[in-house]
């Protein structure tokens, strides 16, 4: 705590804490973790009786906003990483171990979890496979490569159902006569 730095722990309030917050407020996961760290010491502080009360006892969160998380990369990121590490490099064998390391390279993780959704993998396989419980996470993956497979079905066929006319070049101002 910047602002109470030679502060008794006695000392500190909660409205001490509750401005700690709010001076993050731009950033709600530091000032989430801001709570926490303080939380874990006036807690041991308050058990081993150097204070009367903890300050943080009832000071809320701050609201954290929704997302999706973390980008998931694409077969062009990895592309481009491949590209820019060659075999043999330490970023590039990052690249092969990341991708299998629980709790890192969250953006790799997704991509494999959609790579092996669309390869039909089932429910307790990526379970098995990301560490997951219950069907939550595999199934919002299942739902990702879905929609993506999808997608690529449904430009196929407006590809495969709009007919090319290499011999009448397309011009703007053209009403179907030359010039």
């Known amino acids: 705590m910047e602002k109470a730095g030679n502060q008794q722990a006695s000392k500190i309030t909660r409205g001490h804490i509750?401005?700690?917050?709010d001076r993050r407020k731009a950033t709600p996961t530091q000032a989430r973790h801001f709570i926490d760290t303080m939380r874990s010491v006036f807690e041991w502080a308050a058990e081993?009786?150097?204070?009367?009360a903890d300050p943080t006892a009832g000071v809320k969160y701050p609201k954290q906003p929704k997302t999706d998380g973390f980008t998931a990369w694409t077969e062009d990121h990895v592309a481009a990483y491949e590209s820019r590490w060659p075999i043999g490099t330490r970023e590039r064998v990052w690249l092969g171990v990341?991708?299998?390391?629980?709790g890192?390279?969250?953006?790799l993780r997704k991509l494999a979890a959609i790579r092996l959704a669309?390869?039909?993998a089932t429910?307790?396989?990526?379970?098995?496979?990301?560490g997951w419980t219950g069907?939550?996470?595999?199934?919002?993956?299942?739902?990702?490569?879905?929609?993506?497979?999808?997608?690529?079905?449904?430009m196929q066929k407006l590809r495969a159902e709009r007919?090319?006319?290499?011999?009448?070049?397309y011009s703007r101002g053209s009403k179907g006569q030359n010039g």
Do not use: C, T
Not at 18 to 21: A, L, S
């Open 163 to 169: 007919p090319v006319n290499k011999s009448a070049p």
């Open 135 to 154: 069907s939550e996470m595999a199934m919002y993956y299942i739902d990702m490569a879905d929609r993506a497979q999808l997608a690529r079905d449904g």
């Open 123 to 130: 429910i307790p396989q990526l379970n098995a496979i990301f």
């Open 104 to 107: 890192s390279a969250h953006g």
């Open 48 to 52: 081993a009786q150097l204070i009367k």
């Open 118 to 120: 669309l390869a039909g």
């Open 98 to 102: 990341a991708a299998g390391v629980p």
């Open 18 to 21: 509750v401005e700690g917050r």
